[in-house]
């Protein structure tokens, strides 16, 4: 698994952002779990850190370190390709 706390516009809404990350897949991605938003020191106004974990996985095998890291290097460029940024 993987954790990832992305900025995002807080008045565009939790929805909207969720909208956005599902249009990220990966086929080692086997689920995502909200963690929680911070609001407050260090992020702009009306911005929040919204953190999510992802489940990675396969039914074949045991993964190993480069297909995790490929499959994290994959949503790092969905995330560029979206205009969000990692915090």
Known sequence: WFDAS???DS???YAALEQKLDRFADSLIRKREF????????LDPGKGSFSFRYYLGSMER????D???GCFSRFI???QAEGLALR
């Open 6 to 8: 992305i900025v995002w």
């Open 11 to 13: 008045l565009a809404g």
């Open 35 to 42: 963690l929680g938003v911070y609001k407050g020191k260090g």
């Open 62 to 65: 045991t993964l190993s370190g």
């Open 67 to 69: 297909e995790i890291a």
């Open 77 to 79: 460029q969905f995330l």
